[in-house]
């Protein structure tokens, strides 16, 4: 069975660009959350994705935008990327809604 | 007040130790608790998963959960140096978003 995947493992951007993140989700499973976890801090929730629809959102900008295909497989499309922006972007899959979640490796973005 | 608080170390201890790591959190309505380790630059990796309050015990780990004190704690038994990591304590109310400390960077001493 294979895992949660990410691509790409690591990125590097400039202030002002736009970046895609993309996420395979673990076989069968149907959500998809993304997280983003700055240096020394525990992951923090973007949104979720269940079967194609947005299930929830956490308290980021619009600029932060997500896609969930139906493969079960999402991207995370950031624009007017900030300083800030900078971190370890985590995809989370999982059976189904509210049972546990399985991360893949993540994608590092640095902005410069 | 943060609603899940975690020491973030970091903690040393010799090979063979029992760790102890805890969180402490606001949110009644929490019902899930999950304990993830994260190596360096990699994913978080899911360890124990637990209901409500009670133990929960896989090979050298223990997860506790008292909801009545709003407080769960991870027990490590014989520590191995390859248990070095950082350990984030997760937790929600069922179809939320999880909700994590910031971890505990836990370091086994051989």
């Known amino acids: 069975e294979t895992g949660v995947t990410q691509s790409p493992t690591h990125l590097i951007k400039t202030r002002g660009q736009q970046v895609t993140l993309r996420c395979s989700s673990q076989s069968g499973h149907n959500t998809v959350s993304w997280y983003q976890q700055a240096l020394g801090q525990g992951p923090q929730f973007i949104f979720q994705y269940y079967r194609e629809e947005e299930n929830g959102r956490g308290n980021f900008p619009p600029r932060f935008s997500g896609l969930q295909f139906p493969n079960y497989s999402s991207e995370l499309n950031v624009n007017a990327l900030e300083l800030d922006d900078s971190a370890l972007y985590l995809c989370?899959?999982?059976?189904?809604?509210?049972?546990?979640?399985?991360f893949g490796p993540g994608t590092r973005l640095t902005v410069l | 007040q943060k609603e899940v608080e975690q020491d973030p170390g970091p903690l040393s201890v010799p090979e063979g130790a029992i760790v102890s790591l805890n969180c402490t959190y606001s949110n009644s309505a929490f019902q899930y608790f999950m304990w993830y380790r994260q190596y360096s630059r990699k994913g978080p990796e899911l360890l124990m998963y637990?209901?409500?309050?009670g133990n929960k015990e896989d090979g050298r780990f223990t997860a506790q959960v008292d909801k009545s004190s709003k407080y769960i704690s991870l027990f490590i038994r014989d520590s191995q140096p390859s248990d070095s990591a950082t350990y984030l304590c997760a937790m929600n109310s069922g179809n939320t978003p999880l909700v994590f400390g910031k971890g505990t960077r836990l370091s086994v001493i051989a």
């Open positions: 989370a899959s999982s059976l189904q809604r509210g049972e546990e979640q399985f």
């Open positions: 637990t209901y409500s309050s």
